[in-house]
């Protein structure tokens, strides 16, 4: 009998917590902006399976493309815009999207190519999309259904090319996007603290396309379509390919070898400093890496800049805008929400910073999209059914940049040894923001636009160096295009700093918060300002930290969140963390390596958290400010441990308050683990920004 009653009880309890769980778990919800919603099919996408290819009546592609990210068909996606690309010139594009890399079998699913496989680890570096900062795994993934993480591999460039080699021993093998484009040559890795080789000879692939892919893969395509082998394609701009002989390369500037390489921090900075001067596609050399047993890795100059019609056709193709309907049960890809009402206006950035990749992938030419191609855009994203009537950002790596820099650029490229905007703006720049005003307004009349916002980022300095006397730009800026807050990014305040980040100088900030406040005072608008702050870049010691944290102080703003300094693969700064030295002028550089020294510095702006006392007594100790211990209005800190976290008790106006110097800029800050953003454009090629900024735009 008791047994019986024991085994009743047990099933009764069993599906009382069934009904509890149940009843707690969210039930799927139907994306109302999802495939389903918009009447979107398998057919509507390429292939990602055998039965879709038969369905198309194909028994093999011309290329298959295999990428770390879910396969979503929108613009703001390189693998979007590449195949789309190749499809619109005849070629048969497959997809396979998150392969299982423990699985030889996973990226055969689609059969053998006819012409080659195409490799991305996707919109961001591997493994800056797994990792903080501080090496910690990352808990989402924006970039996989449902946000889930685990769907990729570390180094997803090496272990997919060598998963593919394993399974096709001949088929040609072509990397692409920002992994591969930033690991072309040796660089140095900050994740294994160490430099590596080319990711070319690593991956086993054949050769890699770096930079904006749109003009390299339709040559290459061409090639490969006449039947030339891959190994005699070696004449694309744009392009890295190996070769045991030097034979056939003229023109070529060598650099310092491998083991050369290895033994010495101080060549890999003359190395990396000859490659940053090589980066223009008007005036840079072709690039020659020696390896041992007689293995040259070959980079040749970078392809010209995309005409605007060209331009136009990479973003006019015949998109869905949407995931693919495999993802539809997970709650589709989180990354596309943040750029689906968004438009890429600008592609390259002659901005500069020391700590930005977009030099390195993009290109310091700007070239801009036609307004009929952005209105033209504009317009489908008004069709969309979850369009609320807010474009949420028309830009790029910098907003106001709609024009190169100046018209030689076109012809002779950019300066070698000069900077446009750094220490100012170059006399010779052309500075403008009338096409960019006229866009704005175009848009903003669009049937059923509320508003057009400007997230993407501007150049302050650039903003005050326009010439119009009515300031039109800051004026519509402030009068049409914020929302309540402006976003810039100072970085710091210390011009020691500045000037190893290639930003402004403190006090051209200091003008701008003094004209944002001055003309939201005239339009009646109580608008503020949020800068990013960076800590821990190369060139900050504690005496730079203290000042930075003295200007949060007398600014009466702390940053929830505050975002290391993030050495991603090929930027300037990364190579002033591994060899602490300024390449381009061989001058030593400090670097704040060690995770004590960075806590220090974090915690020295976000002074006022009870949790960092410690930390910032010892930094003030050790900076020699104990001025700043104490019970006066400037003192950063009391002299004992306070009991209660100050923070809460801060008055609304230190919390939030206008953006003006000395009495507060507010608002929220970057958080070192956000991702979304513009990805082909802003969020990938400028990652190093998006690592260091807090993301993807994203």
């Given amino acids: 009998m008791e047994a019986r009653h024991a085994e009743r009880n047990a099933k009764r309890a069993k599906k009382n917590h069934e009904q509890r769980r149940q009843h707690t778990q969210p039930r799927p919800r139907r994306d109302p902006a999802g495939p389903s919603a918009l009447g979107l099919t398998r057919e509507d996408f390429l292939p990602v399976t055998r039965t879709d290819m038969e369905q198309r009546g194909w028994d093999r592609c011309d290329f298959v493309y295999i990428c770390g990210d879910a396969y979503v068909d929108h613009p703001s996606f390189g693998q979007a815009i590449i195949c789309r690309l190749l499809e619109a010139h005849g070629y048969r594009v497959g997809i396979i999207a998150q392969p299982d890399w423990r699985d030889p079998e996973s990226i055969a699913v689609l059969g053998e190519p006819r012409l080659a496989f195409l490799v991305s680890a996707g919109n961001m570096d591997s493994m800056v999309n797994h990792y903080s900062v501080s090496k910690h795994r990352r808990r989402t993934d924006a970039y996989t259904p449902g946000g889930a993480t685990g769907a990729r591999p570390d180094h997803a460039t090496i272990v997919y090319g060598n998963l593919i080699r394993r399974v096709f021993k001949e088929t040609p093998i072509v990397l692409g996007g920002i992994e591969a484009s930033l690991r072309r040559l040796a660089h140095y890795d900050y994740w294994q603290d160490r430099l590596k080789r080319s990711v070319l000879l690593d991956s086993g692939a054949d050769m890699i396309i770096y930079g904006m892919g749109e003009r390299p893969i339709i040559e290459l395509a061409e090639a490969l379509d006449a039947g030339l082998p891959i190994s005699q394609i070696t004449y694309i701009d744009g392009t890295v390919w190996r070769t045991r002989s030097l034979d056939d390369v003229y023109d070529a500037v060598e650099l310092p070898s491998w083991d050369e390489l290895s033994a010495d921090p101080l060549v890999y900075a003359q190395s990396f400093n000859t490659q940053h001067q090589n980066m223009d596609p008007f005036s840079g050399k072709r690039l020659v890496e020696p ?30 805008r949407c995931y693919h309907p495999d993802y539809e049960a997970a709650g589709g890809i989180p990354a596309l929400k943040e750029v689906k009402m968004s438009l890429i206006s600008n592609r390259g950035c002659f901005g500069e910073c020391s700590f930005c990749a977009l030099t390195f992938h993009q290109g310091r030419i700007v070239q801009t999209r036609s307004h009929t191609s952005l209105l033209a855009e504009a317009k489908r994203i008004t069709e969309e059914p979850d369009f609320k009537g807010y474009i949420n950002d028309v830009g790029g790596p910098t907003a106001n940049f709609r024009q190169p820099a100046c018209k030689k650029q076109l012809t002779r490229g950019a300066c070698t040894n000069k900077r446009c905007l750094w220490p100012s703006v170059c006399r010779q720049m052309d500075v403008s923001h009338r096409d960019y005003v006229r866009l704005l307004r175009e848009l903003r009349a669009l049937p059923g636009v509320k508003k057009v916002f400007v997230r993407s980022g501007i150049r302050f300095d650039y903003l005050l160096a326009d010439p119009d006397p009515k300031q039109t730009f800051l004026r519509e800026l402030c009068e049409h295009h914020v929302s309540g807050q402006l976003k810039v990014a100072p970085e710091h305040v210390s011009d020691a700093v500045l000037s190893v980040m290639g930003k402004p100088s403190r006090a051209v900030y200091d003008r701008f918060v003094d004209e944002y406040r001055r003309m939201n005072k005239q339009l009646g608008k109580k608008q503020y300002l949020v800068p990013y702050l960076m800590s821990s870049h190369p060139g900050s010691t504690l005496k730079e930290a203290v000042e930075l944290a003295e200007y949060v102080r007398d600014m009466g703003y702390m940053p929830e969140q505050v975002q290391d300094f993030y050495p991603t693969p090929s930027t300037m700064s990364t190579c002033m963390y591994y060899t602490g030295v300024d390449p381009r002028t061989m001058d030593p550089v400090y670097v ?71 009495d507060g800029n507010a608002g929220k800050t970057r958080g070192s683990n956000k991702r979304g953003g513009n990805a082909h454009g802003r969020n990938r090629a400028g990652q190093g920004r998006e690592a260091n900024r807090g993301g993807h735009r994203g």
Wanted: contains cysteine.
């Fill in 291 to 320: 390896y041992p047993h007689s293995v040259f890795v070959v980079q040749n100059p970078p392809a010209k800049p995309l005409s605007q019609a060209e331009f136009d056709e990479a973003y006019d193709l015949p998109y869905t």
């Fill in 592 to 662: 704040p390596k060690t995770a004590h020294e960075k806590a220090l510095q974090r915690a020295l702006i976000q002074y006022r958290k009870p949790e960092n006392y410690d930390l910032v007594r010892e930094a003030l100790q050790k900076a020699g400010r104990t001025d700043l211990i104490g019970f006066g209005s400037k003192c950063l800190i009391r002299p004992t441990r306070p009991h209660a976290k100050r923070n809460d008790n801060l008055s609304p106006e230190l919390k939030v308050s206008p953006g003006r110097r000395g």
